[in-house]
């Protein structure tokens, strides 16, 4: 559990800051370095990923070019997600590619910043790009927001037990 001293963590933010792009941002009660653990160690992400449902890390090569794929198994049937890393800055940055196995072609590239707020809490900032405003439009009305908010609670769930 989290120490009674520090701030419950607020809700997600979501932005458009262009006519691609969605913004991000969750505070964590966490180091930068745990959640890095969370988001970079196959064990850990199995734990919160899949949002409860069960997820095989088929593979996940945390390198620049390094493959990832995961696979989720879901009440509503399996779904397939991968993409590559073009930036690995421990603890900081990631930068990969993500393509969902149910629309093949439609990459979208996610950076993914953690930000030290210097009192044991981190931001999480993620900005996807998406190849015209139609795609961003459809994963905003695909429920992404929800999807993303129940993957946090999981993640911070996993943070509190470590």
């Keep these: 559990m989290s120490s009674p001293s520090l701030k419950p ?5 979501v932005t458009t800051p262009s006519d691609r792009e969605v913004r991000t941002e969750r505070v964590f009660n966490a180091s930068r370095e745990r959640i890095w653990r969370a988001m970079t160690d196959p064990a850990l992400v199995a734990q919160w990923w899949g949002r409860g449902n069960r997820l095989v890390i088929e593979r996940l090569e945390v390198v620049r070019g390094g493959h990832w794929r995961f ?3 879901a009440p509503d049937g399996v779904h397939g997600f991968e993409g590559r890393f073009r930036e690995v800055t421990p603890p900081e940055r990631l930068v990969q590619t993500f393509e969902w196995d149910g629309m093949p ?3 979208v590239i996610s950076s993914m910043t953690l930000e030290d707020l210097g009192d044991g809490r981190t931001k ?7 190849h015209t405003t139609e795609e961003r439009d459809g994963m905003l009305d695909s429920g ?3 999807g993303l908010e ?6 911070e769930a996993v943070l509190a037990k470590r």
Aim: charged residues 10%; aromatic residues 12%; hydrophobic residues 40%.
């Design 144 to 146: 992404m927001t929800e």
């Design 9 to 13: 963590s607020p809700a997600l933010t």
């Design 105 to 107: 072609g439609y990459v």
């Design 71 to 73: 696979v989720e198994h």
């Design 124 to 130: 999480l900032v993620t900005t996807s790009l998406f």
């Design 150 to 155: 129940q993957s946090y609670r999981a993640l």
